[in-house]
């Protein structure tokens, strides 16, 4: 029994659960948030309606408000109310589609979802003469052959979610949700019905009240509302005059990264393959202690470690979103330390140095890779880094400038030191590497390295 419960969960995992992760948490062919400039709009979006006394009463908020949304509606209620969806049309909104009945679309089959959005779009069209092309699933969950929908099909997630489908905590609770972490290009979650599976019926009446001291709240902070489709093409208009200044800005970094790598003499771990650069120095700074009882004092000698840029360039230009960045990142860093390590036990001007050492933003999970992190000492060096690489952050992330603007407090560099004792366990000397030891330099300690 247990082997076709293991097999019906591997069958489901590949039916929903990938395809569901694929597309949110690795952005396939979804939005989940528009630019951040100090221009851009956020967007309401409403599921689940239209509701006979709901949706009528939202409309009648953002009319007063001059507030444009973005409707995601069922297919069966736009039969039952097309009065509804004609108003929600000629009122300037967006209608998006959200299956045709509140259905997961992991418990159907393909051919049923493609005939739910199908249905639902052509009464949408019949009602108000245009086509809905933007698709939110219930509850956001997917199956695999979503991804094969027609590439005109664009999939809409969200920023904040506002569980406002509960009545526990009333409307300050919601506005509470909605307010959280909320930002330019934000894409809120809202529901103007409260008859499907898991909501309640009056929820919507707390929905509404808690909009109404949110919109007054937001409108007076200067914020804007716009529709998904603007959204849209504001975040692609947006990106194009990026990518003007960001080649600019590349053609003058990988210029410098030349000059930078002549002058201190940076050698390649690995032409072309690697994503390390590697120089023998003198430790100059305040001395490290590390959790294995090691430590680096002034005068000791280190190896030092930079990234190569045009490789982490090229992983952020191919990368589809942020996780996905990371992910290919850490593979390359996890691949690229055997065979830095390898290249310091036979490059015989790396003797006795006493560990691996760099400065670096990523330095997320680098203790799980053996590494210590520290805060860098306050003062001009530590000032410059910060801004330097903050630029590269601009440069690589795939959400660049934006990235800068939410998450400016974690984008902070530290020092990763690995002690060369830690170092030698954990990338034992290769056997090729033993004839360049000379007697007695048995206890010589390799490096550390960076995270």
């Known amino acids: 029994m247990s082997r076709y419960i293991i097999g019906a969960t591997i069958i489901f995992a590949f039916y929903a659960i990938i ?10 062919r979804s939005i989940h948030q528009g630019p951040t400039h100090k221009d851009a709009g956020i967007a309401l979006t409403f599921d689940d ?19 444009k ?21 000629v009122e300037g909104h967006q209608i998006g589609i959200h299956n045709y009945v509140h259905f997961a679309n992991p418990f159907m089959a393909p051919w049923k979802v493609r005939k739910q959005i199908r249905d639902t779009a052509d009464l949408v069209e019949q009602i108000t003469g245009t086509r809905p092309v933007y698709y939110r699933p219930p509850w956001g969950v997917f199956n695999i052959f979503d991804m094969f929908l027609p590439r005109t099909m664009k999939f809409v997630m969200w920023t904040i979610m ?15 949700r909605m307010l959280s972490n909320l930002h330019r290009g934000s894409i809120l979650l809202l529901h103007d019905s409260g008859d499907t599976f898991g909501a309640e019926p009056d929820a919507p009446k707390y929905m509404l009240r808690a909009l109404r001291s949110f919109l007054e709240h937001t409108q007076a902070q200067g914020y804007k509302y716009v529709r998904v489709d603007d959204m849209l093409r504001d975040l692609e208009k947006h990106e194009a005059k990026l990518k003007i200044s960001k080649k600019m800005l590349i053609k003058v970094w990988f210029g410098w990264e030349k000059i930078w ?14 994503i390390f650069h590697y120089r023998v120095t003198t430790y100059s700074g305040e001395p490290i202690y590390l959790d294995d ?4 004092r002034q005068g000791d000698k280190v190896v030092e470690i930079h990234f190569d840029n045009h490789m982490l360039y090229d992983i952020a230009l191919h990368s589809r979103s942020n996780l996905h960045l990371a992910v290919q990142m850490l593979n390359k860093i996890q691949s690229g330390l055997p065979e830095l390590m390898n290249l310091i036990y036979n490059d015989i001007e790396c003797r006795y140095v006493k560990g691996l050492y760099g400065i670096t933003l990523i330095h997320r999970g680098s203790k799980n890779l053996g590494f210590n992190a520290f805060d860098m000492p306050k003062g001009l060096f530590a000032s410059i880094t910060k801004r330097y690489l903050r630029m590269l952050m601009y440069v690589l992330h795939p959400d660049g400038k934006e990235r800068l603007k ?27 590497a033993l004839n360049l030891q000379q007697p007695g330099t048995l206890n010589y300690s390799p490096p550390l390295s960076l995270d």
């Open 19 to 28: 395809p569901t992760l694929i597309i949110r948490l690795f952005g396939y």
């Open 261 to 274: 790598h002549t002058l201190f003499q940076f050698k390649a771990v690995d032409k072309g393959n690697s």
């Open 406 to 432: 939410i998450r400016r407090d974690m984008l902070v560099p530290k020092i990763v030191v690995m002690s060369s004792d830690f170092y030698k366990k954990k990338y034992p000397m290769p056997h090729d």
């Open 162 to 176: 506002s569980e406002d489908w509960r009545t526990r905590g009333g409307e300050d609770k919601i506005s509470q």
């Open 69 to 89: 949304a973005t409707f995601f509606v069922l297919g069966k209620k736009a039969e039952l109310y097309p009065d509804l969806i004609r108003r929600i049309h």
């Open 293 to 296: 009882g090691g430590h680096i």
């Open 49 to 67: 309606g239209p509701d006979p006394i709901y949706t009528a009463e939202l409309l009648d908020l953002l009319k007063e408000h001059n507030v």
